[in-house]
């Protein structure tokens, strides 16, 4: 018989776990091990840590999987453990360092206190996330190279499963740096991009676009999606924009995207749909998130979607799974 305590216990080791691979992650376990096997006091010395307290984080790791025991009080760098390198490909260490970051354990611990409230504990103390990111700049760095990390395999996928074939000009709006018009770009020789964000983060994406050899092939405008965002395009593109929002805000942008769109326009949602059923999905993980860190904000589920997309005279066209739990909520106008 299944022990009815253990998803519980789970998930409060959880926390722990996830503490020893912060501490990998902010003192730089990985790229001082990835040359081969080093003692617990040779690793101290090279990450200025105190030799007993890594010890036992080593320890925990190593059980993990992140680590492994060459010989007594001596460690190895894994697989998994080299995807924390800092050089790695795509590596995971800001991602692990954001979620670690002082304000979003502020805001995961005291979600207790926003579901009582309704409003943010996170919010309430720091201000808006986005405002807090761009205030300081050294957290603002952390949160940019942690959604790089998240946003090159989302941006593949979207370049590689849905039909950009008829797509001439597609316009991502709150496009960030850039990373899933440059991997449509990419993919689609045929198609031109405009990148449209706010003025203080074009600079930015016109850089990304640079390096990547596409600039000739994208425009850059600046501009608030609460005002209006550049007409005439074949398809809009919004990533993780619009479950940063209220329902309310959310349909502004939606509506704005309408106007500015042709009859035979489309628009392309880049989200994490919450499914229907009680099956756990990285989706329902992302949503405690929304919940701790915006308040607003919030994962929604497909029918959802389309009463969004229904007020702002959209209508729902078709799902497209992109695999990790993200998907294209593709619609056209009502």
């Known amino acids: 018989m299944n022990d009815p305590q253990a998803p519980i216990w789970d998930a409060i080791g959880g926390v722990s776990r996830f503490a020893a691979l912060a501490t990998m992650a902010e003192?730089?376990?990985?790229?001082?091990?990835?040359?081969?096997?080093?003692?617990?006091?040779?690793?101290?010395?090279?990450?200025?840590?105190?030799?007993?307290?890594?010890?036992?984080?080593?320890?925990?790791?190593?059980?993990?999987?992140?680590?492994?025991?060459?010989?007594?009080?001596?460690?190895?760098?894994?697989?998994?453990?080299?995807?924390?390198?800092?050089?790695?490909?795509?590596?995971?260490?800001?991602?692990?360092?954001?979620?670690?970051?002082?304000?979003?354990?502020y805001g995961m611990g005291n979600v207790p206190r926003t579901t009582r409230t309704g409003r943010s504990a996170f919010v309430e103390r720091f201000g808006p996330m986005y405002t807090r990111y761009r205030d300081n700049p050294e957290v603002g760095r952390l949160f940019d190279d942690y959604m790089v990390s998240r946003a090159w395999p989302v941006a593949r996928a979207v370049a590689s499963r849905y039909d950009f074939s008829g797509v001439r000009t597609l316009v991502d709006v709150a496009g960030g740096k850039g990373h899933i018009l440059a991997a449509v770009l990419n993919a689609h020789s045929n198609t031109r991009g405009v990148l449209f964000d706010l003025e203080h983060v074009v600079p930015g994406a016109r850089q990304l676009m640079a390096e990547a050899g596409l600039e000739d092939r994208c425009e850059f405008v600046g501009g608030d999606f609460f005002v209006s965002v550049p007409s005439g395009a074949d398809a809009y593109l919004l990533g993780s924009v619009v479950h940063n929002w209220s329902d309310e805000d959310a349909t502004r942008i939606l509506r704005n995207v309408r106007e500015a769109m042709a009859e035979d326009g489309r628009v392309l949602?880049?989200?994490?749909?919450?499914?229907?059923?009680?099956?756990?999905?990285?989706?329902?993980?992302?949503?405690?998130?929304?919940?701790?860190?915006?308040?607003?904000?919030?994962?929604?589920?497909?029918?959802?979607?389309?009463?969004?997309?229904?007020?702002?005279?959209?209508?729902?066209?078709?799902?497209?799974?992109?695999?990790?739990?993200?998907?294209?909520v593709e619609a056209l106008p009502a």
């Open 27 to 105: 003192l730089g376990c990985a790229d001082h091990l990835h040359e081969g096997p080093l003692s617990v006091d040779e690793l101290a010395l090279r990450c200025q840590a105190d030799p007993a307290a890594l010890g036992r984080v080593l320890r925990q790791l190593a059980a993990m999987g992140v680590v492994a025991t060459t010989a007594p009080g001596v460690y190895e760098l894994t697989e998994v453990g080299a995807t924390l390198r800092e050089d790695a490909p795509e590596s995971l260490r800001p991602a692990v360092r954001m979620i670690a970051e002082e304000g979003f354990w």
């Open 269 to 328: 949602l880049v989200e994490f749909v919450v499914p229907d059923d009680d099956a756990p999905h990285i989706s329902k993980d992302l949503d405690m998130r929304m919940l701790a860190l915006f308040g607003e904000g919030m994962e929604r589920g497909l029918s959802h979607y389309g009463e969004l997309l229904a007020k702002a005279g959209l209508r729902f066209s078709r799902q497209i799974e992109l695999g990790g739990g993200a998907s294209i």
